[in-house]
């Protein structure tokens, strides 16, 4: 079984841009309840994942394990977003700084690729920064699709789009959550490592297996932070 990740931060260390309250209800409740739904899930179906990957993997494209993968990609992709923010604000860094320079210009010419694509994606969804060897590229996906699922594609940063991340917060405003998240909030050491492992040094990012060879955890449990 899989169980919720702790944030690596205080719920309340990415204030103003996203509240403690909001923190609360995304973390605690939502990334939660996709996380408790997909176990219920792969219990139903009596399946032993050995990762969440894997699973992701079994599942995609197939039309009878659709709420299995939307809710399986839900849990990656909530998980993924919290490594990906930091309450100390950085700029990116050696190899990474450069490519963000050939790819972009800069690093607001980045911003305005991110702001723009994720304000413009309708509906619910990710936008991410996403390197494909060493190009960096913007990508958004639907829904729950992480983007794993892209072939050759690795994830460096992402936002969630869906209005549970900025609506307190941020009311309509997606744009301006955007970027007052670009602003402040991107891991760029985290981006970097995975920077890295897109271009052949060291490994990507993987969702945590902590608990998953325990028999006896039928289901995660809360934790606070
Ligand atoms: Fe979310």
């Known amino acids: 079984m899989f169980q919720l990740p702790d944030l690596p931060f205080d719920h309340a260390a990415l204030e103003p841009v996203i509240s403690r309250e909001t923190m609360h209800l995304h973390h605690d409740k939502h990334h939660k309840t996709y996380i408790d739904t997909l176990n219920a899930l792969v219990a139903e179906r009596g399946m032993a994942p050995d990762s969440l990957e ?31 923010l930091s309450p100390r604000r950085q700029t990116p ?19 305005t690729a991110l702001v723009e694509a994720g304000a413009g994606h309708f509906g619910s969804g990710w936008v991410w920064l996403a390197a494909e060897g060493a190009q960096l590229k913007v990508v958004a996906t639907h829904d729950g699709a992480p983007l794993i699922v892209e072939a050759g594609l690795t994830p460096l940063l992402v936002c969630d789009l869906w209005e549970h991340a900025y609506y307190l917060d941020h009311k309509n405003d997606r744009k301006g959550f955007l970027g007052a998240w670009f602003d402040a909030l991107p891991n760029w050491s985290f981006a970097e ?19 998953a060879s325990d028999p006896g955890t039928a289901a995660p449990s809360a934790r606070s932070v």
Do not use: C, M, S
Request: proline share 3%.
């Open 193 to 211: 490592a995975q920077y890295a492992a897109a271009t052949g040094a060291g490994t990507a990012w993987r969702f945590p297996l902590q608990g």
């Open 54 to 84: 894997g699973l992701i993997a079994q599942a995609q494209g197939d039309p009878a394990q659709a709420k299995l993968f939307n809710n399986a990609g839900q849990a990656w992709n909530h998980a993924f977003f919290w490594e990906a």
């Open 93 to 111: 860094e050696g190899d990474l700084a450069q490519a963000v320079a050939k790819a972009f210009g800069d690093l607001a010419g980045l911003k």
